[in-house]
T-cell receptor, first 115, second 110 residues
């Protein structure tokens, strides 16, 4: 079975450029999460969606970051303009809410480097 | 105080050893608790959920102490393949806002 798919796997860009990260959740899952991981701050939740609706975006660092989920099988995280401090690994995860099961399945991540 | 705290390690143990990791959380309203495992340069993967009565999965045992807001993970008869970072995960008591601890790095040595 296909797991969570993220693209690109690696992205190197210059400061000021727009960056778009993509995620395809596991089919049938109804929750999607975007995380950022750095050595200094660890794994941080940026935003999550239930049934394509953003529920909590309090972790989005600033207005340069935006996320969308136009349908159940696709989400994007956009950074515009990008800055060197945005360099990190960005993970997308999905889950299916049923009873008390909250297991999240993570994608392989996108390693972003902003120079 | 950070929401979820863990000893960063590294814990360097010989094969066959028993090792325990601790985790404390600050939000007393937290309801769900998990241990995830993350291999180097890979994504986190669920190791086990943590239930109020404690639970065991093979060589792994998880305990929860709500009064002390404390979670533990015990690994018995450690294997080389157990080498990874172990992340304590706690929900915020509402929705699915999960907070990951900084992780504890384990190296099992031959």
């Amino acid at each position: 079975d296909a797991g969570v798919i993220q693209s690109p796997r690696h992205e190197v860009t210059e400061m000021g450029q727009e960056v778009t990260l993509r995620c395809k959740p596991i089919s049938g899952h109804n929750s999607l999460f975007w995380y950022r991981q750095t050595m200094m701050r660890g794994l941080e939740l940026l935003i999550y969606f239930n049934n394509n609706v953003p529920i909590d975006d309090s972790g989005m660092p600033e207005d340069r970051f935006s996320a969308k989920m136009p349908n159940a099988s696709f989400s994007t995280l956009k950074i515009q303009p990008s800055e060197p401090r945005d360099s990190a690994v960005y993970f997308c995860a999905s889950s299916y809410i049923q009873s008390s099961s909250y297991e999240q399945y993570f994608g392989p991540g996108t390693r972003l480097t902003v120079t | 105080r950070k929401e979820v705290e863990q000893d960063p390690g590294p814990f360097n143990v010989p094969e066959g050893a028993t090792v325990a990791f601790n985790c404390t959380y600050s939000n007393s309203a937290s309801q769900s608790f998990f241990w995830y495992r993350q291999d180097c340069r890979k994504e986190p993967k669920l190791l086990m959920s943590v239930y109020s009565s404690g639970n065991e999965d093979g060589r792994f045992t998880a305990q929860l102490n709500r009064a002390s807001q404390y979670i533990s993970l015990l690994i018995r008869d450690s294997k080389l393949s157990d080498s990874a970072t172990y992340l304590c995960v706690v929900n915020q008591g509402y929705g699915q806002n999960f907070v990951f601890g900084p992780g504890t790095r384990l190296s099992v040595l031959p």
